[in-house]
């Protein structure tokens, strides 16, 4: 997933005007249990800041993975 900050709102998958202005630029990948690899860019952002736009990244992701997976297989 990815993860934008713009005036000091995480925004998933931000469009191009949005980016422009983020002040982070984060790219998560992850399994329906953990995050398997993060790539980030940023202007100064907080521990916090960054942690909770992972933890974003990971919730909206793997609902998403979890529900593909049965149409994938069966």
Not at 43 to 69: F, G, K, S
């Amino acid at each position: 997933a990815l993860v934008g900050l713009v005036d000091g709102k995480l925004i998933i998958n931000p469009n191009a005007e949005e980016s422009k202005k983020s002040d982070l630029q984060l790219t998560v990948a992850a399994s329906a249990e953990k995050v398997v690899m993060i790539e980030a860019g940023a202007n100064e952002v907080d521990d916090q800041t960054m942690y909770d736009a992972i933890m974003l990244a990971h919730r909206v992701r793997a609902p998403a993975r979890r529900d593909r997976l049965p149409a994938a297989v069966g």
